[in-house]
């Protein structure tokens, strides 16, 4: 029964041996790994803070895009309501003169509304492309040339035309 006999000297020098190696692992080890723990934790906040950044200038840009959209909804709503305006007139003039010339007037009053319609459909359509494409300029932060922001306006203005044509 040799060989669960306690040996003093062998567990002496095990837990001297293992506390020299403590003292070294901290001395060699242990500076390394906190720095790379705090370069580590260092990276991760100022990810954190450019990332909170990028969403506060994201949400700055929406509230200037949705400023935008409603100042060139009540434009259009203006121009609608003056166009309304002109073909009262223009009705009441017509009433005044022949059934004939009343009938032109009435045709050239709606075409002009309709005109001044698709012209303002048009330039806030437009406005609509140069701000969504200003809005993803600033997300993808990737500058597009001039030949491809125009591209991509005629694209969305068609594809905006599209639709209203495919809603009537």
Do not use: C, Y
């Not at 040996?7 to 906190?34: C, G, M, R, Y």
């Not at 906040?45 to 949400?59: F, G, L």
């Not at 259009?76 to 009441?92: L, S, Y």
Request: aromatic share 4%.
């Amino acid at each position: 029964m040799d060989v669960l006999k306690f040996d003093f000297s062998l567990f002496f020098w095990t837990i001297v041996t293992f506390i020299i190696l403590l003292i070294l692992l901290a001395k060699v080890a242990l500076k390394p790994i906190t720095k790379l723990m705090q370069d580590r934790e260092n990276m991760i906040a100022e990810s954190i803070k450019k990332a909170e950044k990028i969403e506060v200038e994201a949400s700055h840009a929406l509230a200037e895009t949705k400023k935008h959209i409603d100042h060139a909804k009540k434009e259009a709503g203006n121009i609608i309501n003056e166009g309304h305006k002109v073909v009262a007139d223009m009705k009441k003039e017509a009433r005044e003169s022949s059934k004939h010339e009343a009938s032109e007037i009435i045709d050239q009053a709606k075409m002009e509304v309709q005109r001044e319609t698709s012209k303002s459909l048009e330039e806030l359509k437009t406005t609509v492309a140069n701000l969504s494409i200003r809005v993803a300029r600033q997300v993808i932060q990737e500058n597009f040339d001039e030949k491809q922001n125009e591209k991509l306006a005629d694209e969305f203005i068609d594809r905006m035309t599209k639709n209203k044509e495919s809603k009537r």
